[in-house]
């Protein structure tokens, strides 16, 4: 499976950005699909989860009530909508897939394939 990030980007804060990851693969619709992000001098961190059928989505609190992960399974594609956005959402994003998951979701190690990344800068 290869992940192709994209939408990062320049935004002022309050404002909003959204993020696709393409994947290739036909058994994309049976993977686990996750943000992370990894801010300057930082250790990458969770930010979302959605599991295969879209039925159950993890959010950090950090990002709760502001972002929404959702995913089309017939377009092998998942998508990160970040609204009210904040100088420390500043990061490069990940998109990930695990492909057995075992019930956990928020830790990089526990993802198989990760794409390239793409950065978000939120000015203030």
């Known amino acids: 499976v290869q992940l192709q990030a994209s939408g990062g980007g320049l935004v002022q804060a309050g404002g909003s950005l959204r993020l696709s990851c393409a994947a290739s693969?036909?058994?994309?619709?049976?993977?686990?699909m996750g943000w992370f992000r990894q801010a300057p001098g930082k250790e990458r961190e969770f930010v979302s989860a959605i599991t295969w059928g879209g039925g159950r989505t993890y959010y950090a609190d950090s990002v709760k009530g502001r972002f929404t992960i959702s995913r089309d399974n017939a377009k092998n594609t998942v998508y990160l909508q970040m609204n009210s956005l904040k100088s420390e959402d500043t990061a490069v994003y990940y998109c990930?897939?695990?492909?057995?998951?075992?019930?956990?979701?928020?830790?990089?190690?526990?993802?198989?394939?990760w794409g390239q990344g793409t950065l978000v800068t939120v000015s203030s």
């Open positions: 990930a897939a695990d492909r057995n998951y075992s019930g956990s979701y928020s830790h990089p190690y526990e993802y198989d394939y």
């Open positions: 693969g036909r058994t994309f619709g049976s993977y686990v």
